[in-house]
């Protein structure tokens, strides 16, 4: 838009209105509340989260610990799937490991298409010797909290645009309404004149 129209609400001419004013104030006060409050709350939520998963991480790394397992079943050579990343798919495979206490423990977890009876492949068992995933490491920390910001950066805008988008509708009504009450006062006054 040229820089007339929107100075317009600002100079004092014939046809402006408080609610012209009203409108240009209430717009700048939320295009500011946005240009400090989304980055402000992307910060927030950031760290937020940072620090959360990082205590996660903690904790899952106090109650995991790795084992090498035996494979013992072949994987299909290519399972014709692939992820997002272009890497082949995993595939559900039996393995087999030797406990702390010497027992033989067999379970069924996901490993590349390919793997062959006789591989060996990390598993990660918690304290009650159940399989579990590996713990959080750092880059899914940091993925979570920028994910995290950028999500609270982007609510705080939004919000920011339903809050213009609101004040737009309520001053064209009202501006509309002022409209209307002066032609109903003008209107009489301007049939005579033309009849």
Do not use: F
Request: glycine fraction near 12%.
């Amino acid at each position: 838009m040229p820089a007339a129209v929107w100075t317009r609400r600002w100079r004092e001419h014939p046809l402006r209105r408080r609610v012209d004013v009203v409108e240009a104030r209430l717009l700048l006060l939320v295009g500011a509340a946005v240009a400090v409050g989304a980055p402000a709350a992307g910060t927030t939520a950031g760290w937020s989260a940072y620090a959360h998963d990082r205590a996660t991480a903690a904790v899952q790394e106090a109650t995991r610990h790795p084992v090498r397992a035996d494979v013992v079943e072949d994987a299909p050579a290519s399972s014709g799937r692939a992820d997002a990343s272009g890497r082949l798919a995993k595939v559900p495979l039996e393995v087999r490991w030797t406990t702390a206490g010497g027992k033989r423990a067999t379970a069924t977890v996901l490993l590349p298409a390919g793997t062959g009876r006789g591989d060996r492949a990390e598993i990660w068992l918690d304290r009650q010797g159940s399989v579990v995933g590996a713990p959080l490491n750092g880059r899914g920390v940091w993925a979570g909290a920028v994910s995290a910001g950028l999500l609270g950066g982007a609510v705080t805008v939004g919000a920011g645009a339903v809050a213009a988008t609101a004040v737009r509708v309520t001053c064209r009504r009202r501006r509309a309404a002022g409209w209307a009450r002066e032609w109903d006062l003008v209107e009489p006054e301007w049939r005579r004149r033309h009849a």
